[in-house]
């Protein structure tokens, strides 16, 4: 195959390079009904695939990421904004395979949207066996951690030496020293799920179980890969470590239950 592109060939290449920078500007001021209109004819536009497959996906990315940080500037999420958004994600061959593959944080970011708008989905089959009058909304991977002491012996040798050859001496007597704590550090105590209902927060795990009544909850240490739960009904607070992207799902849950309450 020849190497170097024609004039035409080039200026195509140029062409759908301007139709995904014209539709990022244009998207990127949309109201969510002219989103899905740009979505339909951004899809329509089939002169986009000249581009060669590894360019084509990644402006792709690029554009699906300048519309979600459109949308979700303001940390909340409305119906017609989720509903615009799923149109962009489709015209852009954003599947939703690569969508928890590759944009994680941006699928975690889209969650608390939705949940700080007030939009609450129960679960519809729970691990969490609910009590009457009780929705399950969240049930998460978590380990709960324990604080265990790291040690270090320190100290010397004891007692007295005497020579039994040139060059070689045999030590009499014991050693003197001690276990000292020189620091901490945090290690899995048990694992299993954090699930977060209507009326609690509870952990249910491989070895125990915990259960936070919603009434007694004091704060929310919210951590980049965890969250330590403060309850007026446990005198030490609990540490969860938690999968990643789900530890603001977790407290933006928490918050809108709360809210919620009446």
Not at 42 to 56: C, I, K, P, W, Y
Request: without cysteine.
């Amino acid at each position: 195959m020849w190497p170097f592109k024609s004039r035409e060939e080039k200026e195509r290449i140029e062409e759908a390079r301007d139709v995904f920078d014209s539709f990022v500007v244009s998207a990127s001021s949309a109201t969510p009904s002219s989103a899905i209109s740009l979505a339909r004819q951004f899809a329509s536009q089939h002169g986009v695939t000249v581009l060669d497959s590894r360019e084509l996906e990644e402006r792709r990315g690029q554009a699906f990421l300048a519309y979600a940080e459109t949308v979700l500037a303001d940390d909340h999420l409305t119906v017609e904004e989720e509903e615009a958004f799923g149109e962009v994600a489709e015209a852009l061959g954003i599947t939703q395979e690569r969508f928890q593959a590759e944009f994680g944080d941006t699928l975690s970011r889209l969650v608390v949207a939705r949940v700080n708008n007030g939009r609450l989905q129960p679960l519809a089959q729970p691990e969490l066996m609910a009590k009457r009058g009780e929705s399950v909304y969240l049930e998460i991977g978590a380990a709960l951690t324990k604080e265990v002491s790291i040690r270090e012996w320190q100290g010397g040798s004891g007692g007295f030496s005497f020579r039994i050859a040139k060059g070689v001496r045999y030590n009499v007597g014991r050693t003197k020293g001690r276990s000292v704590v020189v620091g901490t550090e945090q290690q899995i105590d048990d694992v299993g799920l954090l699930a977060v209902s209507s009326k609690r927060i509870v952990f249910m795990g491989e070895k125990r179980s915990m259960d936070i009544p919603l009434a007694k909850l004091l704060n929310l240490d919210l951590f980049e890969d965890g969250v330590r739960i403060h309850a007026s009904n446990r005198q030490r607070s609990p540490l969860f470590q938690l999968q990643p992207n789900t530890a603001d799902v977790f407290g933006a849950t928490v918050n809108a239950v709360i809210q919620a309450q009446p």
